[in-house]
């Protein structure tokens, strides 16, 4: 079946930097968009970057343009989202997502937790 695990996040201090990984299995990975989305304290989740499938082209939410970056590994089945000048509104849950044009529903991770306060 479908598993997304996130992993990277952590306490940081603001300004500083994380990399999220999400590692992918139970479907070919190559043939899914990825993307990232985060839900802050009290907060709906939001959606952060995404990725195509080859990792050719890629979208940002305006809130994290210049900071974060996302792509992707295709031969090694993980995404990653590296963040950098980090402020406190970015403190949040981050999950990863999948999405086959062959799905009828997308996937989610079990999110990892990002804090950034100094």
């Known amino acids: 079946q479908v598993q997304l695990v996130e992993s990277g996040g952590g306490l940081v201090q603001p300004g500083g930097s994380l990399r999220l990984s999400c590692a992918a299995s139970?479907?070919?990975?190559?043939?899914?968009?990825m993307s990232w989305y985060r839900r802050a304290p009290g907060k709906e989740r939001e959606w952060v970057a995404d990725?195509?499938?080859?990792?050719?082209?890629?979208n940002y939410a305006d809130f994290v343009k210049g900071r974060f970056t996302i792509s992707r590994d295709n031969a090694k089945n993980t995404v990653f989202l590296q963040m950098n000048s980090l402020k406190p509104e970015d403190t949040a849950v981050y999950y990863c997502?999948?999405?086959?044009?062959?799905?009828?529903?997308?996937?989610w991770g079990q999110g990892t937790q990002v804090t950034v306060s100094s």
């Open positions: 997502y999948a999405k086959s044009w062959i799905w009828s529903r997308g996937y």
């Open positions: 139970g479907f070919t990975f190559s043939s899914a968009a």
């Open positions: 990725i195509t499938s080859a990792g050719g082209s890629s």
